[in-house]
């Protein structure tokens, strides 16, 4: 598989592990404002951006890997743009917002464990 975006977490905001309970992770390049920071996870990209990825194609964060399942219109761009996507665990084959990168279902406990500081967060194609 490519690296089609590679980057490594900087910090977890206070309120990011209660998003995880809805199913739902949000990344921000670091710079986000204060008040998107602390229900996100910032994060420093390390390459310059490929192409999309497709339904098939796996995000892994940290050990945890996952099957991303749907792709929203806009995700990609945000991600070029502002190192900002949502990640929705639900396993949708259609993303119901234009800007989520939707993934195979996970309990929130399991991917709250993979979410450290300097942990890699990687999506293949």
Do not use: Q
Not at 9 to 33: H, Q, R
Not at 81 to 104: K, Q, S
């Amino acid at each position: 598989m490519t690296t089609l975006y590679h980057t490594k977490i900087s910090e977890v905001g206070a309120e990011a592990p209660d998003m995880l309970l809805g199913g739902v992770l949000i990344l921000f390049k670091l710079g986000a404002p204060p008040e998107l920071a602390e229900v996100s996870v910032l994060h420093e990209p390390h390459e310059k951006i490929g192409s999309a990825p497709k339904p098939g194609d796996m995000l892994s964060i940290g050990k945890l890997n996952l099957k991303i399942t749907a792709v929203g219109d806009t995700a990609w761009k945000k991600v070029a743009d502002l190192g900002h996507v949502v990640i929705n665990f639900n396993a949708a084959t259609h993303a119901e917002r234009p800007g989520e990168i939707c993934v195979e279902a996970r309990h929130a406990d399991e991917v709250a464990k993979a979410l450290t500081p300097g942990a890699a967060i990687e999506f293949r194609g």
